[in-house]
Structure formats: C-alpha cells, structure tokens
C-alpha cells in the first residue's frame, strides 16, 4: 500500500512522492488526513532548508497543522482508553510529544522540553517527519476529537492558533489593554484575535503590506499602522504589551520603542538565524520584561474551544488547494500580497 506526501528533499526541492502508507505501532493512530495548514515554518525549509537554527539534513515530509479522520488504531490504543476517539470520528492532531521527563517538562513547560518530537520539524535528527500525506501516524494521546459545531476546515487552524494563544500568555493580563502586534502574517493575525479573546481593550497591528493588515482587520484588530509609515495616524505612542510576530529585527526594535515603561515584549517570530541586532539599552532603561514564546503545550484545547464559538476565523483561510498542486499551494503562501493561511486538502482524488 502506497499514499502520498508533501516531502521537502533540499532547498527549493518540494515534491508530491509516493511512500509507503504507515501502520500503527503501539499506542499510536492511523489518521487520514484532510486538511492541513502550509505555516512559516514549511515555507522556510522550502525556500531557505531551514528555520531559524534548524537546518534541514535529509528528505522530509513537511506538515504539523493537521485535521483528518481517525483510521484505526494499533496494539494499546483504542477507543474504549480514556475518551480516545473511535475510528471515523474527525480530529485535530496536537503536534508535540514532550519527553514527559525533562527538567522542563517537570516544571510544566512542555512547550520547551528538550527532547520533545515535533511533526515535520528538523529540530532533531532523524527529522521527525510531518503530517503532509494522505495518511500519517501519530500518538493516540495527541489526538483531539472537535468540539461541536467546528468544521473541520478551520479546525486546521488550531495549531497556529494555540501558538498565538499561547504568545498572549506570556505576555501577561491583558485584560483592558493597549496591545500592539508587529507582523500581520497568518500567526500575527492570529495573535491580534487571540489578544481580544483575552480581553485586550484594543490591539494595534503593523505591518508593511495594506493586504495583510486587512486580514489583521477581519482578525480583530482596532487599528493598523503601515510599518513603513511611522508618522501614520493610527501609530500609537504608548502600548502596554507587544507581541513581536514578523520575525525580523526591526519590529522587535518597534515593540521595544512603544511598550510603556516596565511593560512587556513578546518575540514570537523566528529572528534570522546567527544574531540580531535590537537596541537593549531600553530593555535596561525601561525595565521591559522581553520574553520568548515558542509552540504551545494545554493550548492546543483552548484554541479548538475558541474556533468553534468564532466564525470569523474562516476569513483567515484564503484558500484550499490541493495536494498535487502542493508547490502552487506554497508559492501562493508566500505571497503575503495575495494570502494569509492557505490549506492543503488531502482528500484522495
Ligand atoms: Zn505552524
Ligand atoms: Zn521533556
């Protein structure tokens, strides 16, 4: 038996290749895959073989922001185990396997444990290959069945979203505040409607593109600066939070000039690799608490609860697109002037 993935073989090289369809080991799931969300992540190993400081060193499927339908499962894991859900039922997969005994899985920050396997990510290796193919295998403790009412469609969004939920608690109480949001990506985006589930008063987002701060818009956002246009009318002069979600230097050097003194900078975004420049004399100064945010751990459930009461997020999909045209599908990804989260669709065709 054959099926088909999504498979990174080196810089520039994406291909659809047959592979051998996975069988289920103990305590794993067999999971057909329906949709799954083309991140910045899987954009980098295309267009640069790595991200950030993880550099791609054999063929891998790329793929973590999956959605299918439960297949059958292998020795140890079934439907009758702890609310496990039974073959046929429609599930978000929860990309991480923390370790479970680190010093940091300990302390319960799963989110950074040092060992953990993420789903298409080059962080170890071997690789750990991810979820774009039309069937993967995956840990039946990372399976969640959706809550009602959340089509599986933008139940894709939940892992993006969980990264933003989880960028937001670092950043604090934002409960009747001023946040401000650096990048209006897909994940910016995300970050801005996950700062007004919070209860931020108002949120401003920049960016350099009128596209994607029109997405940032349909997101939630009160205001939006062009980032190129500093002297622009909605350019607030103080924010009590920021969330750094452009993964370059210049808007970490925005969200430290605009957070009030003793205030709170989240760098959300992937900088370059090797070393960026940022002007740290207003992190001493100001006494801003500059903190990191990566992946997620308990928000995974957070977010599927938060797309099912919020139709709004479907304007975040620009489109769906099917596997064959899996090069298409990133190329338009890319173009931030065109796109903001762009699904790959693995139904069998
Ligand atoms: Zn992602
Ligand atoms: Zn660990």
Redesign the pocket.
């Known amino acids: 038996m054959s099926m088909l993935g999504c498979v990174i073989h080196g810089r520039g090289d994406l291909r659809v290749d047959e592979l051998p369809t996975p069988s289920p080991g103990p305590g794993e799931a067999l999971v057909a895959v329906r949709y799954g969300g083309v991140c910045g992540s899987d954009l980098h190993y295309w267009r640069h073989g790595g991200v950030g400081d993880f550099t791609l060193r054999e063929p891998m499927i790329l793929g973590h922001e999956i959605v299918g339908t439960v297949l059958a499962y292998g020795a140890g894991a079934d439907a009758d185990a702890d609310g496990t859900p039974a073959p046929g039922t429609e599930v978000a997969v929860h990309p991480a396997t923390?370790?479970?005994?680190?010093p940091?899985?300990t302390a319960g920050r799963?989110n950074v444990?040092?060992?953990?396997r993420y789903l298409g990510s080059a962080a170890r290796t071997p690789h750990v290959q991810g979820g774009f193919a039309t069937q993967v295998v995956v840990p039946a403790a990372q399976l969640r069945p959706l809550p009602p009412n959340l089509p599986l469609r933008r139940a894709a969004l939940a892992e993006p979203l969980s990264v933003a939920l989880h960028a937001v608690r670092r950043a604090g109480d934002v409960r009747g505040k001023h946040v401000l949001v650096t990048g209006a990506g897909p994940i910016g985006c995300l970050v801005v409607a996950a700062a007004k589930a919070a209860g931020a008063a108002h949120v401003t987002a920049t960016d350099l593109l009128p596209r994607a701060l029109e997405y940032a818009v349909a997101a939630g956002a009160d205001s939006t600066v062009r980032a190129d246009e500093p002297s622009s009318s909605g350019r607030p002069s103080e924010v009590d939070a920021a969330v750094e979600a452009s993964g370059v230097a210049a808007g970490l050097d925005t969200c430290l000039r605009l957070v009030r003194r003793g205030g709170v900078v989240v760098q959300l975004g992937m900088l370059p690799p090797g070393q960026s420049a940022f002007p740290g004399n207003l992190v001493v100064s100001r006494e801003i608490d500059l903190r990191g945010a990566f992946r997620f751990d308990e928000e995974f459930d957070d977010a599927l609860q938060l797309l099912a009461t919020a139709p709004h997020f479907d304007q975040l999909i620009s489109a769906t697109i099917p596997l064959a045209e899996a090069e298409s599908a990133f190329t338009l990804a890319a173009d931030r002037t065109k796109s903001c989260k762009i699904l790959l669709d693995f139904t069998p065709h």
């Open positions: 923390p370790c479970g005994a680190c940091e899985c799963r444990c040092r060992d953990t």
